[in-house]
């Protein structure tokens, strides 16, 4: 059970909640049961997992650039604060007139204070709190502040990491500066990497760059990445490189189309707002499986995640090639 997702839907409680809409727009969208009975509900969601459960249960599914207005826009963000403010522009944005947005976050990712901000623009607002979390809703009765909504909108500019040539957008991991474990391991990337390599969680690209940078046998690279907005800004970022690249909206944790010579990753341990050390054991398993025989994986992470129980289980001989207070480097090899 999602909280926050639990908390929306209770806005729309038969007793004295608000109607239920004939067409709504769920921006972050994922499934509920109570959803099953609505008229008509249009999902975005950038999260592959989400959108793919999303669509599985038989809802329809919208990509970015978003068209058309709905009289509802459902909004449930994630935790970064730009990415949720600039939420509340595209909800606005793609919002009939006279129509409502409804949204809802858990407390500890400042629902109170999002509700604030979120008044800021609309005035009234009309909130209920469940499940410590907090669902919060308002009318557009045409005197919402547009200058608030522009600023908001503006937060969700793509925008460029400090001092490099990398492009990000709020929300994607580590939008507003190079991830230390991701550097440590680009330091360490052997430059006799070569054949077919695939990126395991490839982000807006960092990783992926300083491969085909250092890396000057890699024949082809293929990059695997659930959050679309990141695959768009890696898309971006690696445009100047004169190699094959291959880019692929997927959940790394159902596996990989292909095998490869070696592949590279620093795997997610968060699931939305929680730690989850098994979608970093996910991500080792399928790494472990899509190697050829003599592969190699090379991999960072935090030093007290228990990798290596993984890569025995999954019969890779593996080392650690470098670490610091932070961070371990796992070079491992698939006999
Ligand atoms: C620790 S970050 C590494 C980012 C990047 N490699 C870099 O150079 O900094 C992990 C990435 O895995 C992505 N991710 C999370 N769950 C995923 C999944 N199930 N399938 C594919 N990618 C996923 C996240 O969106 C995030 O971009």
Known sequence: MNPALETLMLAFAAEDGLAV??????????????????????????????????????????DEPLDGIWPVVLVLPNKSRDETLSWFALARDRLEPGGRIVCAMPNTAGAGRFEQEFAKAVGRVTSLQKNKCRAFHAVDD??????????????????????????????????????????????????????????????????????????????????????????????????GHARSIHYH??????????????????????????????????????????????????????????YEAVLDAASLAWRITAENPTYKILFANKR
């Open 142 to 239: 045409g005197s919402w502040d547009e200058r608030v909504i522009d600023a908001w909108r503006a937060l969700g500019n793509w925008r460029e990491i400090p001092g490099s040539r990398f492009m990000t957008q709020a929300g994607v991991f580590s939008c507003d500066h190079i991830d230390p474990g991701s550097h440590l391991l680009a330091m360490h990337l052997p430059a006799n990497l070569r054949g077919i390599v695939a990126d395991l969680g490839a982000g807006w690209g960092y990783l992926a760059d300083a491969a085909l940078r250092g890396c000057p046998k890699i024949d082809r690279l293929d990059l695997y990445e659930a959050d679309a907005r990141a695959l768009a800004c890696a898309r971006h970022n690696l445009a």
């Open 249 to 306: 909206w997927h959940d790394v944790t159902t596996g990989l189309p292909g095998t490869y010579d070696a592949i590279i990753m620093n795997p997610p341990f968060h699931t939305g707002q929680a730690s989850d050390v098994d979608l970093g054991r996910a991500f080792l398993l399928t790494a472990a499986g899509a190697l050829r025989r003599g592969g190699k994986l090379f991999l960072v992470a935090n030093r007290q995640l228990p």
């Open 21 to 62: 809409p004939a067409r709504a727009l769920f921006l972050g969208a994922q499934t509920h049961p109570t959803l099953l009975d609505w008229p008509q509900v249009t999902g975005w969601q950038p999260f592959r997992p989400y959108a793919d459960a999303w669509e599985a249960a038989g809802f329809a599914r919208t």
